[in-house]
């Protein structure tokens, strides 16, 4: 593509390239040429209007927020922090040595549970009943 380019922004290579052609295509060629700078004039032209609407909204915010005195850092400061969320309630439980342990059935599996698995009990023995 850069070929392309370099042939259709140099003058004498643009001349050279289309000197083969018959009046009519160069013609149609134009009329295309054209067409798409309209269409990316019109494109622009959209583009401003969209941008100038935005900008005199941002304004007018700019303008309220200077009437009532306010700033973007109160903006900022408004903002709720962030809720932690509860801690899950374990769904399983077991004793070893008088000692409960327990655990939610998510993230890694305790070794104490590892070990029960291994010698032959289910996850259901373990379930901590409502």
């Known amino acids: 593509m850069?070929?392309?380019?370099?042939?259709?922004?140099?003058?004498?290579?643009?001349?050279?390239?289309?000197?083969?052609?018959?009046?009519?295509e160069l013609k149609l060629f134009q009329d295309k040429l054209n067409k798409l700078i309209d269409d990316r004039e019109a494109q622009i032209a959209a583009d401003l209007e969209i941008n100038a609407e935005r900008n005199a909204q941002i304004d007018a915010i700019r303008k309220q927020m200077a009437e009532l005195g306010l700033s973007a850092d109160d903006i900022e400061a408004v903002k709720a922090p962030k809720?932690?969320?509860?801690?899950?309630?374990?769904?399983?439980?077991?004793?070893?040595n008088g000692e409960t342990i327990t655990w939610t059935g998510q993230g890694r599996m305790p070794t104490v549970?590892?070990?029960?698995?291994?010698?032959?009990?289910?996850?259901?023995?373990?379930?901590?009943?409502p």
Not at 84 to 92: L, N, S
């Open 83 to 96: 809720k932690k969320r509860d801690p899950r309630p374990a769904k399983y439980s077991i004793e070893v």
């Open 2 to 24: 850069s070929e392309f380019l370099a042939t259709l922004t140099h003058g004498r290579r643009f001349k050279a390239a289309v000197t083969d052609l018959p009046v009519e």
């Open 113 to 129: 549970f590892k070990k029960e698995l291994d010698d032959g009990f289910e996850m259901n023995d373990f379930l901590i009943k």
